[in-house]
Antibody
């Protein structure tokens, strides 16, 4: 079964750090771009970052540039999001998603992990 | 303020046809594919439409997508109560070099 499972969400103070993980199974992880998408409580979806198959090419939404780093370990079938200098507005559910080949969209999503930034 | 503009809500009665619009610009919808996602309450998003008008296997043909210029739309025919959800349009933006989402449309089945 194709599956993505996020972990690492927690309550953290403003200015703190957190590392999210996404474990992939059921498919050849190294063949796909991967994305992080977040959703603030009661709000819409916002794409955060993505990374290409080899881990070299990465893109970020402007609001997290310089604070968040996306990475992957293909040997461990895992995607990561290192979040530094966290702000209250970073609070929300964080999903990892697989970007299907041939521009077929984000076709597999995890169940999400919750990040709460509060003092 | 989202880069792609959607109406915040839409509604219809069972059996009706409803459309949800998505407006963008030349750097996203105008030059790239549009995708639609459905998010049922308390669940992760689900891919509904890819490459403007293609349905993944398992998505009923009641759902259809179209694109014209810098706008796109999602149509749902034969509306059912289980279609009540939030719907998001998405496109890659060449100027921002990233995926951009619409603000989402809450569909209410009356």
């Amino acid at each position: 079964e194709v599956q993505l499972v996020e972990s690492g969400g927690d309550l953290v103070q403003p200015g703190g750090s957190l590392r999210l993980s996404c474990a992939a199974s059921g498919f050849t992880f190294s063949d796909y771009w991967m994305s992080w998408v977040r959703q603030a409580p009661g709000k819409g979806l916002e794409w955060v970052a993505n990374v290409e198959q080899g881990g070299s090419v990465k893109y970020y939404v402007d609001s997290v540039k310089g604070r968040f780093t996306v990475s992957r370990d293909n040997a461990k079938n895992s995607l990561y999001l290192q979040m530094n200098s966290l702000r209250v507005e970073d609070t929300g559910m964080y999903y990892c998603a697989r970007e299907a080949r041939e521009s077929n969209g984000m076709d597999v999503w995890g169940q999400g992990t919750t990040v709460t930034v509060s003092s | 303020q989202s880069v792609l503009t959607q109406p915040p809500s839409a509604s219809g009665t069972p059996g009706q046809r409803v459309t949800i619009s998505c407006s963008g610009s030349s750097s996203n919808i105008g030059s790239r594919y549009v995708y639609w996602y459905q998010q049922l309450p308390g669940t992760a998003p689900k891919l509904l439409i890819y490459k403007n008008n293609q349905r993944p296997s398992g998505v009923p043909d009641r759902f259809s997508g179209s694109k014209s210029g810098t706008s796109a739309s999602l149509a749902i025919s034969g509306l059912r109560s289980e279609d009540e959800a939030d719907y998001y349009c998405v496109a890659w933006d060449d100027s921002l070099t990233g995926w951009v989402f619409g603000g989402g449309t809450k569909l209410i089945v009356l």
